[in-house]
C-alpha cells in the first residue's frame, strides 16, 4: 500500500498549529477537486498541470486574493514533489505542475501599526488601579511589543525564559532566540513578578475568578486575544490585534532611523522581503498626505 504524499508533505512541517492550518486548507482543495473527497481519500495519482490550472480559476473566479490562491497552488506543488517521490506520479507530470505561474496582484494590507502615544497609553494608564491583573497586562503588552513577539512565543514563556534582561524564545521552526527587552519593559516585568511569585510555570498564568494568578494555568492564545481587545476598549483606542504590537515593534523601529537588516534579525525573518510587509510607514503617510487637502 503505497503512502498518501499528502500524509508526507504535511509530516514536513514543524508546527502543529500549521500542521492544522494546512490540514484544513488541502481538505478544502480535494472536495473542489473532487465532490466529499478529502486528502486521505482523494486520488493523488490525477494531480496534473491541467487540474491545478483549473482549480486556480476555480479559486479566482470565487473572489479569493491572488496571495492566497498563491499559497494554495504552492502546498499542492509541496504535495506534488512527495507523490513524485513516492512514485506516484511521474517526474513530467510533477515539472509540468511546478512550473504553473504564481498570480500578480496586491491585496489590501492587512493590520496595522500602532502609533507611540498608543502604547504610553497602553501602557501607562491606571483602569483598575494598579492591581494584579493590571499589573500582568501591562507587562504582557510592555514584553510583546518590547520584544516584537508573536503571539504564540509570549503564550509559551516560562519564568525561566526570562533573564539578563530579555527572554529566551522558541519561535517558528523550533529556532531558539534570545531577544533583548527595553529598559521599560524589563521594569514593567519586574513589577509584575514583584507579585507573581518565583514558583516555576508560565511567566504570564491565568487568573482564577478571584482575580488571583494561577501559576499551572498557562494562558491561550485567544484569552490573550481578549485581553487587548478590552484593554484597547476601555482606553478608547482603535481595535488591534497582538500581531499589530509586532508590526509596531518593527515600524517603530524603522521610523527610529534603525536599519532595515538590524529589524530584520530583530524580527528573526528569514527574508528581509518579509521585514518590508511589517514596515507601515508608508501607510501613515498616505494617511496624513491626504489630510493636507484643502476643503
Excluded at 129 to 156: N, P, Q
Excluded at 173 to 188: E, S, V, W
Excluded at 214 to 238: F, T, Y
Excluded at 244 to 253: C, G, H, I, K
Amino acid at each position: 500500500m503505497k503512502k498518501n504524499p499528502a500524509v508526507v508533505w504535511l509530516d514536513t512541517l514543524q508546527s502543529n498549529k500549521t500542521v492544522i492550518s494546512y490540514t484544513t486548507m488541502l481538505n478544502h482543495l480535494c472536495r473542489r477537486m473532487t465532490e466529499n473527497s478529502t486528502l486521505q481519500t482523494f486520488d493523488w495519482s490525477t494531480l496534473d498541470y491541467t487540474r491545478v490550472l483549473v482549480l486556480r480559476r476555480e479559486l479566482l473566479e470565487v473572489g479569493l486574493i491572488p496571495h492566497s490562491i498563491n499559497t494554495y497552488v504552492s502546498t499542492l506543488k509541496g504535495v506534488a514533489r512527495e507523490a513524485w517521490r513516492l512514485g506516484i506520479i511521474c517526474v513530467e507530470t510533477y515539472m509540468h505542475i511546478k512550473e504553473v505561474k504564481p498570480l500578480r496582484g496586491r491585496a489590501l494590507r492587512r493590520g496595522r501599526a500602532l502609533e507611540p502615544r498608543e502604547i504610553r497609553k497602553l501602557i501607562n494608564s491606571k483602569i483598575r488601579g494598579g492591581d494584579a491583573l493590571e499589573v500582568r497586562d501591562t507587562a504582557i503588552i510592555a514584553t510583546i511589543y518590547g520584544g516584537g513577539l508573536r503571539r504564540s512565543e509570549l503564550v509559551k514563556l516560562d519564568l525561566s525564559d526570562y533573564y539578563n534582561g530579555g527572554i529566551a524564545v522558541k519561535g517558528k521552526g523550533g529556532n531558539h532566540d534570545f531577544l533583548y527587552l527595553p529598559t521599560i519593559a524589563q521594569k514593567h516585568l519586574d513589577n509584575w513578578l514583584a507579585i507573581r511569585g518565583n514558583q516555576s510555570g508560565a511567566l504570564f498564568p491565568s487568573f482564577d475568578r478571584g482575580s488571583k494568578p494561577v501559576i499551572g494555568s498557562r494562558m491561550s492564545d485567544r484569552r490573550l486575544e481578549e485581553v487587548l481587545k478590552l484593554r484597547g476598549e476601555q482606553l478608547g483606542l482603535d481595535k488591534f490585534s497582538p500581531h499589530d504590537l509586532r508590526r509596531s515593534f518593527a515600524t517603530n523601529l524603522l521610523d527610529k532611523n534603525v536599519d532595515i537588516f538590524t529589524v530584520q534579525k530583530l524580527m528573526r525573518h528569514a527574508c528581509i522581503e518579509t521585514t518590508r510587509i511589517y514596515d507601515m510607514r508608508g501607510e501613515r503617510s498616505k494617511r496624513d498626505a491626504v489630510e493636507l487637502l484643502p476643503f
